[in-house]
């Protein structure tokens, strides 16, 4: 069964791309190379409050004339300037959310004594696409007697709401449309290598988006044993 993580920690940061690391043994793989942080807490809630607890970070120096008077306003209330990006972290307890402060900065070691993570980004967007593409269709036969429209998804008559009535399709029916730009988890990505005097993370694997894409780096939310006894040794 899946292990909850007992306590929550997340910073944000930016995508960079991606490269090869090297071991020791000479052995290499594949990372992708994350900027991450430094955050501002720039609020704390609590269920006191807001009914709940979490604590809020924020990224990234904006110039205060494309920002707005009510963000500059929010932002200055934790001695910052205006920031780009605010996430909210959902807490378990009060009593985590309590340990942060307003004007706090959160820097990359916050990270350090995880094995793993979970990365939130926003996909690629790949526009309009058809069923082949998005859902993989086989499409239709190409043989003779068929009309040129060997990429169309076939029939969808008998999806109606009211068979041989109704026009109306029902939801969730796959059918072209929009692909890709919608936000994605990567869960229990390894954490290769953190460098914490120039605020860098290497992570193995891909992770969703294109580079300088924002990214929500948090405490997995569920690990599998093999990965739990890992974490556990840290």
């Not at 995508?15 to 991450?36: C, E, H, S, W, Y």
């Not at 998005?134 to 499409?139: E, L, P």
């Not at 890709?180 to 992770?207: F, H, P, W």
């Amino acid at each position: 069964m899946p292990h909850t993580a007992p306590g929550k920690t997340g910073i944000l940061g930016k995508k960079i791309g991606m490269t090869r690391f090297f071991k020791p043994d000479g052995t290499n793989i594949p990372v992708t190379v994350i900027l991450a942080g430094p955050c501002v807490v720039t609020q704390v809630k609590t269920t006191a409050s807001d009914g709940y607890s979490a604590v809020q970070l924020a990224f990234d120096d904006m110039k205060a004339r494309t920002s707005t008077q009510a963000m500059i306003g929010h932002d200055a209330k934790a001695g910052s300037a205006p920031k780009r990006q605010h996430r909210e972290l959902r807490l378990a307890s009060d009593a985590e959310a309590e340990a942060f402060t307003v004007g706090q900065e959160v820097k990359i070691d916050t990270l350090a004594a995880l094995k793993f993570v979970d990365i939130i980004g926003i996909s690629k967007g790949k526009g309009f696409a058809g069923v082949m593409k998005r859902y993989r269709f086989k499409g239709q036969i190409a043989t003779h007697g068929v009309e040129r429209k060997h990429r169309s998804p076939g029939s969808i008559g008998s999806h109606g709401t009211d068979r041989g009535h109704g026009a109306k399709i029902k939801k969730g029916k796959r059918m072209a449309g929009r692909m890709g730009d919608e936000q994605v988890t990567i869960r229990s990505l390894d954490v290769v290598k953190i460098d914490v005097e120039n605020n860098i993370l290497l992570v193995k694997g891909a992770v969703p988006g294109a580079s300088n894409g924002i990214l929500f780096i948090k405490t997995p939310g569920r690990l599998y044993k093999r990965k739990v006894r890992i974490q556990a040794s840290a």
